[in-house]
């Protein structure tokens, strides 16, 4: 129905490999491809960066890619190197050469380059990087600016970063030059904002749906005693979670470790994941679990990069995340596969207390945390439709399908939540 379409059409399957779309991904590149400033929500893992690479293969010209982690960068690079579409990557650790080589991409009009990334200090910092961009420009070869992640951009979200501020001239310095933002933060407060220091109000806004139907959601009490916890741990694993592969979150390192002996001396296979621990250490324990040595990995919220196990069946949070940010995005690495998968989280108000001084220090605002506090006092409404909720999506009369705690009890004479009832009864 566009002109684009064929082609856009034959990469996803020439190149990509990929057979078929998913939800909103064609939206986003057809409203990219209409030179209309976009934003794209997606939770993640749901394929946001195809939505920028496809339409760079479509088009002539470069795509600026603006991402803030270097190590995601290098994985993209990598990937697209691998596919054979040519992208170069240009951050502050760049060796001189590489850098030369994608300023000297910039101005050359014949160059082969299709995708270049960048950190967003080169747009706010590098004279020469952004002389370059402006040659691009009226060469007429600045194909559209990607902004990964852009609630960096926002006060209001959960990862705000200086530098994201510069971006904003880039509308009016390249008009004509489709800004593409992506991110997984769903808020209406946030998106406001990045629409605003973007400078592109009444730019498209594409999201996707944030619930995940297979996963199932439940909280339990959490005991007193760390003993009792052990217990309930090791209740799930052997019963429950039997043969199956799951992931437990904890909230320092210390419970980590003393999780992970614990369910040890218990007799259960589990590897213990933490930012202390060496490169090379957490890498075995990874792969240990990838094959399913490990029953379950017990780790800190350090374990979250490059986790691409399909059949994760359960993810347990041993205390709770800091916000329903994080906890989504925790949760969410259960049931990649498309097949059940259970989040349990272990809430006691004492907890409370522990995660807020870390939530305060980090972002100074106990907002984030009073979301997931809700979510796990929440006895009476779906926790689905709070989620959904959350990220300001419109449940109406969509079905839980008996896939939380709150539905099922709902529907029983029981409304107490045990142990026992939750392994028999499910
Ligand atoms: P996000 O940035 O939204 O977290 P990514 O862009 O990193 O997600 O994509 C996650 C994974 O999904 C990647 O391995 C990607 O190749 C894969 N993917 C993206 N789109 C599709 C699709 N339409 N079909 C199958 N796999 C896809
Ligand atoms: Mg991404
Ligand atoms: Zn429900």
């Not at 394929?47 to 270097?70: D, F, N, W």
């Not at 596969?337 to 108000?349: F, H, K, Q, S």
Request: proline share 4%; charged share 25%; net charge positive.
């Amino acid at each position: 129905k566009y002109e684009w379409s064929e082609e856009v059409e034959k990469m996803l399957k020439d190149v990509f490999k990929i057979s078929s779309f998913r939800p909103k991904q064609l939206s986003a590149i057809n409203s990219t491809l209409s030179r209309q400033h976009t934003i794209v929500v997606m939770p993640t893992g749901a394929g946001k960066s195809l939505c920028y690479q496809l339409p760079a293969l479509v088009e002539p010209g470069i795509t600026i890619v603006v991402s803030p982690l270097v190590s995601l960068m290098e994985d993209q690079v990598r990937s697209l190197k691998n596919k054979e579409i040519n992208a170069m990557l240009m951050t502050s650790t760049s060796p001189k050469e590489e850098t030369n080589a994608a300023l000297n991409a910039l101005k050359d009009i014949k160059t082969p380059i299709k995708l270049l990334y960048v950190t967003p200090e080169r747009l706010a910092k590098s004279k020469r990087f952004m002389a370059n961009l402006q040659k691009c420009f009226s060469n007429g070869r600045l194909q559209r600016i990607a902004i990964d992640e852009v609630h960096c951009c926002s006060h209001w979200g959960h990862d705000f970063r200086p530098d994201y501020k510069y971006l904003g001239i880039l509308s009016n310095m390249f008009p004509g030059v489709p800004l593409l933002g992506l991110t997984a933060t769903a808020t209406a407060h946030v998106l406001n904002d990045v629409q605003k220091m973007l400078n592109i109000p009444g730019c498209l806004i594409i999201k996707s749906t944030f619930n995940r139907p297979n996963l199932f959601y439940k909280i339990l009490e959490k005991p007193t005693s760390n003993d009792e916890c052990l217990n309930i741990l090791e209740k799930l694993l052997k019963h429950r979670y039997k043969n199956e592969s799951g992931i437990i979150y904890t909230n320092s390192i210390k419970d980590a470790e003393d999780v992970t002996n614990g369910l040890r001396q218990k007799g259960l296979k589990v590897g213990c994941y933490h930012a202390n621990m060496e490169a090379e250490a957490r890498s075995k324990v990874h792969i240990k679990w990838h094959e399913n040595y490990y029953q379950a990995i017990v780790a800190t919220i350090a374990f979250g990069m490059g986790i691409d196990k399909p059949d994760v069946r359960f993810v347990i949070h041993h205390t709770i995340s800091k916000s329903m940010e994080n906890y989504y995005q925790e949760s969410g690495r259960a049931g990649r596969d498309g097949l059940r998968g259970e989040c349990v989280t272990l809430y006691r108000m004492q907890d409370i207390f522990k995660v807020s001084a870390m939530v305060f220090s980090s972002v100074g605002s106990m907002d984030f945390l009073y979301g997931m506090v809700k979510y796990c006092l929440n006895g009476h409404l779906c926790r689905r439709e709070l989620i959904a909720k959350h990220f300001d999506e419109d449940w109406g009369d969509s079905d839980c399908n008996k896939m939380c705690d709150v539905c099922i009890s709902n529907s029983n004479v029981t409304k107490e939540i045990n142990l026992e009832s939750h392994c028999q009864t499910l």
